[in-house]
Nanobody, 128 residues
Framework: QVQLVESGGGLVQAGGSLRLSCAAS????????MGWLRQAPGKEREVVAAINWSGGSLYYADSVKGRFTISRDNAKSTVYLQMNSLKPEDTAVYYCAVDLRLTKIRAAPGRGWTGDYWGQGTQVTVSS
């Protein structure tokens, strides 16, 4: 069984930064794609960023390109999301996700990816 625990969310002013962390436990996740999804009130959950097992392939939604950076530390079973130049429209619950169906894939999953295990989510609120 996989457990994912997010941390680092909070309230920040527009233009500010936050760093989200996701710690995994229960089994090693070094061979699997991981990423971050978000869901704003009244909207569908969407993938924000994803990373393949080695960290050599990354995906970003157009809305966050150039502002967010995803990374992973397989030795610590942790994935990160550095969020800079935050905007009010980034306000959402952010979920860490892993996909056990995508083992050692070359390319990071992209648009439409949902993962198959998720954390409980962490709230990010950006004030204008």
């Amino acid at each position: 069984q996989v457990q994912l625990v997010e941390s680092g969310g909070g309230l920040v002013q527009a233009g500010g930064s936050l760093r989200l962390s996701c710690a995994a436990s229960g089994r090693t996740l070094v061979n699997y794609a991981m990423g971050w999804l978000r869901q704003a009130p009244g909207k569908e959950r969407e993938v924000v960023a994803a990373i393949n097992w080695s960290g050599g392939s990354l995906y970003y939604a157009d809305s966050v390109k150039g502002r967010f950076t995803i990374s992973r530390d397989n030795a610590k079973s942790t994935v990160y999301l550095q969020m800079n130049s935050l905007k009010p429209e980034d306000t959402a619950v952010y979920y860490c996700a892993v996909d056990l169906r995508l083992t050692k894939i070359r390319a990071a999953p992209g648009r439409g990816w949902t993962g198959d295990y998720w954390g409980q989510g962490t709230q990010v609120t950006v004030s204008s």
